[in-house]
């Protein structure tokens, strides 16, 4: 048992009052930020399996393509293909095959939906195939009869059986025939998805994020919103309607996207979480450097966002929300939240206040009760290079990407926090371990080990302290997809390849707070704890908050244990019966631990009963550990 009463060792004093009213928590305190990094859609959540699927990988060559047969042949035409969205098309002679993001996701007894889109000088059929990438083994294969002259597009299902094992050893095959030259323009090959969405997400990713129980969703980023250079921006008009009509875009980091994760997909994913949009719109800055200042140029862009509102909430009757119904979501989705672009401190023009009060203006004329979030004006190391003046925003982003020593530092950052100032949104943060992590990144990582996790939940533990302040929070990077060249950022949430999926350590400790978190603070003082030291200062060793549902009457007490060795803990309980049982959920281990594909729960919370529980009691948590004790209490 991990509770247990000591009889020897000093002892920390927690004290609960319950005499006090603590503030209201925000409810949507805890949510998931996301952009494309680290292959994190395309070879991740996004469902598809094919990679390169229309061919505008590269100029010259079809890259994760490659012949299949004797005497067979594949060349890249750049024009001619199936319309203008998507101009390149694959001249086939005998038979192609797809390697996938790093495979593909085989499994046993499941259905996979292939819809490619061919043309032929001669009519005939395409025989296509799951196989292992030696070709050795044929997993399941289908025929798709109806291939003409003009471009058609043919659908089939390719169905595996019971016996086949799950693996990533696997490659897509279209033979098309010796005896005639095929044109591909797209190919597409999804497996079962989160909901059964058409175009949907992979489920044992979506299930882990659903289980954390987010109350909102960022998107679309991040870099990925502004984009290296204005064509390459998150422009979300192209990223509506038949996937074979997006064209796609060159991502800021290193690879293209192919917009199948468009706006309405990243609306689907929140609602299919549970989870509420907070939008994030393009505000003529990019990441080269360029900007457009506020005037009569902006005010297109600032037209853009008003439709992109429009798309997300207006009725049939509206012109973007009844493109919203012809794309498939009658029902018009809830957003309360918007904002500003993305880290526009790094415009070193200072335009971004004025750019902020135009787009601010312009949505509080049209939408007066979406709250608007500036991403300038914190007090992070970025926000703070640019006050905003002009205007109040309704919050602040601040953005931290901390040792693991300055997040647990930080965990009274927030203590001191005007309260009468703007609402705080913590838009990106994350302990990390490791220098640089966007440096080198393949040789680092790719998730965070259990002594991230502790930096991670002792800095929630101070957001959660001041949820009057902080509004709302969320991790990133929040995917990695961990095969060599997969990604592009050492520290990420959640790991996977073609097939499987873990959480890491900070992913656990974080569900466990997130899952576990009521509607009110509860005060909560310690006394007698003892500290860490480093490099000649001085933090505490444990680190807590409160909080309490009142309706039901739980109470969730959390501890953070920066230690190596166990703490007893003497919990002190005023203005409230504490019920004589309750629960501790609790995570532990040593600080390099660390979860993998190998080993996906070799960090990972576990759950007990607690028993002989009063308005004083005494007990024990773990070294190193992260801990949640469920009370039941009347006032």
């Not at 005010?299 to 009725?315: K, P, R, W």
């Not at 640019?386 to 953005?399: C, M, S, V, W």
């Not at 007490?557 to 049982?581: D, M, R, Y």
């Amino acid at each position: 048992m991990i509770l247990l009463a000591l009889l020897a060792q000093s002892v920390t004093t927690l004290s609960l009052d319950f005499s006090k009213p603590g503030v209201a928590v925000s409810p949507t305190l805890y949510g998931l930020m996301t952009e494309e990094i680290n292959h994190s859609y395309d070879g991740g959540l996004y469902g598809e399996q094919v990679r390169n699927r229309s061919f505008k990988d590269h100029r010259e060559q079809a890259p994760h393509w490659r012949a299949v047969g004797e005497g067979a042949s594949i060349a890249l035409e750049p024009t001619g293909g199936i319309n203008a969205a998507m101009p390149a098309c694959l001249k086939v002679k005998g038979g192609a095959a797809n390697e996938g993001y790093w495979g593909f996701r085989i499994q046993p007894g499941t259905r996979y939906k292939l819809s490619v889109w061919a043309k032929a000088d001669r009519a005939g059929s395409i025989e296509a195939s799951l196989e292992s990438a030696d070709g050795s083994k044929v997993y399941t294969k289908t025929t798709l009869t109806g291939v003409g002259s003009g471009w058609s597009k043919l659908e089939g299902t390719l169905e595996t059986s019971r016996s086949v094992p799950a693996t990533t050893d696997g490659r897509l095959v279209l033979k098309t025939g010796a005896d005639r030259t095929t044109w591909l323009g797209m190919v597409s090959l999804f497996g079962p998805t989160f909901n059964n969405r058409p175009n949907g997400n992979r489920p044992d990713l979506m299930q882990l994020l659903a289980d954390m129980k987010p109350k909102f969703l960022r998107f679309p980023g991040g870099n990925y919103l502004e984009g290296s250079t204005f064509k390459d921006r998150f422009n979300w008009k192209k990223t509506l309607g038949p996937i074979e009509t997006r064209p796609g875009h060159q991502a800021p980091w290193g690879y293209r996207s192919t917009d199948g994760m468009g706006l309405l997909e990243f609306l689907e994913w929140a609602e299919d979480m549970g989870s509420e949009p907070v939008l994030g719109v393009f505000a003529g800055y990019v990441l080269n450097g360029d900007v457009i200042e506020a005037g009569t140029e902006l005010s297109g862009f600032v037209q853009d966002a008003l439709d992109q509102v429009e798309y997300i909430t207006g009725g049939p009757k509206t012109k973007w929300g009844a493109q919203r119904v012809k794309d498939g979501h009658p029902k018009p989705f809830p957003l309360r939240y918007v904002e500003v672009g993305n880290e526009d401190a790094f415009d070193v023009s200072g335009s971004y206040e004025g750019r902020f009060v135009q787009f601010y203006d312009a949505i509080k004329k049209k939408y007066p009760k979406i709250k608007v979030i500036s991403t300038t004006g914190g007090k992070d190391w970025l926000g703070r290079r640019f006050p905003i003046t002009a205007r109040k925003p309704d919050l602040l982003d601040e953005h931290y990407y901390s040792s693991t020593w300055e997040m647990m530092a930080m965990a009274t950052q927030y203590d001191a926090y005007d309260r009468k100032g703007p609402k705080i949104f913590v838009g990106e943060w994350a302990a990390q371990d490791v220098p640089e992590p966007w440096k080198d990144a393949a040789k680092k990582g790719p998730t965070p080990n259990l002594k991230c996790a502790l930096a991670d939940a002792a800095f929630m533990t101070g957001m959660e302290r001041n949820s009057d302040v902080v509004e709302m929070a969320c991790y990133a990077p929040l995917l990695v997809n961990v095969n060599p060249g997969g990604r592009q950022w050492a520290v990420n949430l959640i790991g996977y390849d073609a097939l499987s999926s873990f959480g890491s350590p900070s992913y656990y400790a974080q569900k466990m707070m997130m899952e576990r978190v009521g509607d009110r603070t509860v005060p909560v003082s310690l006394s007698g704890a003892p500290t860490q030291s480093e490099g000649g200062r001085t933090l505490p060793g444990i680190f807590t908050s409160a909080t309490r549902d009142t309706k039901s009457g739980k109470v969730y007490v959390k501890i953070v244990n920066a230690l190596p060795t166990a703490q007893e803990i003497q919990f002190e309980v005023k203005g409230a019966k504490v019920a004589s049982s309750g629960s501790i959920t609790f995570l532990s281990g040593q600080l390099p631990d660390v979860n993998s594909i190998e080993e996906p729960f070799k960090v990972a919370p576990k759950q007990e009963a607690v028993t002989g529980l009063s308005g004083s009691f005494r007990r024990t948590v773990p070294g190193y550990s992260v801990s949640v004790l469920e009370l039941r209490v009347n006032e």
